[in-house]
């Protein structure tokens, strides 16, 4: 099967970005839009900082979620060494122990909200 890249633009990155940084923000320390690294019809950059304080650049595109460094707004990682995950939660879980934590205990409140 042969991978054909999202093509969105600027904006629309933008806006998908922002609904990714929406959906997990309770369960990371910082997670914003690099404002150093260019974004391209195919793929934007995010800054992360993790609730151990580990800081990434990940690479958002049609593939998926990819570590592209172990810094805010740089970019070490090779396409083909980084690992791509198909959701933010995939590569959260494999970086992250307290996400996993985080995310199990804000589930579990729900529950418990419905349940009353």
């Known amino acids: ?7 969105l633009d600027e904006n629309q990155w933008k806006i998908e970005a922002q609904a990714i940084i929406n959906d997990v923000k309770n369960h990371v320390q910082d997670i914003s839009i690099s404002q150093k690294l260019q974004s391209t019809n195919s793929k934007i950059y995010l800054n ?13 595109s049609s593939a998926g979620f990819a570590v592209a460094s ?12 980084a690992q791509v995950f198909e959701t933010p939660y995939g590569l959260l879980d494999s970086i992250s122990p307290k996400y996993r934590e985080s995310f199990g205990n804000d589930l579990i409140n729900k529950l ?5």
């Open 48 to 60: 992360l900082t993790t609730l151990e304080s580990d800081k990434y650049c990940v690479k958002v």
């Open 112 to 116: 418990n909200n419905l349940s009353n």
């Open 70 to 81: 172990d810094h805010h707004d740089t970019i070490t990682n090779s396409q083909t060494e």
């Open 1 to 7: 099967m042969i991978h054909e890249e999202k093509v």
